[in-house]
Structures are given as C-alpha cells and as structure tokens.
C-alpha cells in the first residue's frame, strides 16, 4: 500500500512535455510504494519510489518510477537511466515527509532519452 501525490508541471508549457514521454507528461498522480499509506498503484496513478543515490555524498531524495518484482515480490526501481524531467510531485500529508524529506515536494526523474 502507497500514498498517492500529486503531480507538478508548468500550465505554460500546455501540451508540451518536457519529460520525452515520462510518466509526469502523461499522469496527474503518482502513487508511491515505499511510503505507507492506504492507497495501491492504478492505471491513473502509475507507482514511483523515493530514492536517495546521494551523488556528491549529500542527501538528494528523488522519485523515480518502480515495477512490481514478481520473483521477490517487493516494489523495485525500474530498470534504465532516468533523469530529471522538469516535474515535481509531492504532498502536504505528514507520511511523505516524514521519509526523511525536509519538503514535501520532490523532483521526478522520469526523463529517458532515446
């Protein structure tokens, strides 16, 4: 079970999207599986993860699409390079935040170029 956020872009853009077909040009929730809540991924509301690479050796929370191991049964990055689209999701419930964020807000890399 997940909690489901919201997704951010800028209106001014209309239907141009920055994300080269990633999931934030094409949903306006996301639903993440690392996060406790009482929600499940659906067809609207495609998962995601919270992931920290700390590149640089800093904290950077990111949300980065997940898939459904059916071999260990447990939500997984999704396989690729994934880069920072443009967009955000986030939420003002407490859950989110409290994964170790200090906004409830992230950047959503679900950019991959071909």
Known sequence: MGLNI????????GDVDCSNGGITGKFTKL???NVSGPFEPQPDCPPV???DDRPMGR??????PAIWDTVEEI???APGWFMAGGNYAGTSDSRFRSEGM???I????DR???
């Open 112 to 114: 991959v170029e071909n």
């Open 106 to 109: 992230l950047p959503v890399h």
């Open 59 to 64: 904290p950077y929370p990111k949300l980065v």
């Open 49 to 51: 993860m919270i992931v």
């Open 75 to 77: 939500w997984i990055r």
């Open 102 to 104: 200090t906004a409830g």
């Open 6 to 13: 919201s997704v951010y872009r800028n209106a001014e853009f």
């Open 31 to 33: 639903n993440v599986v």
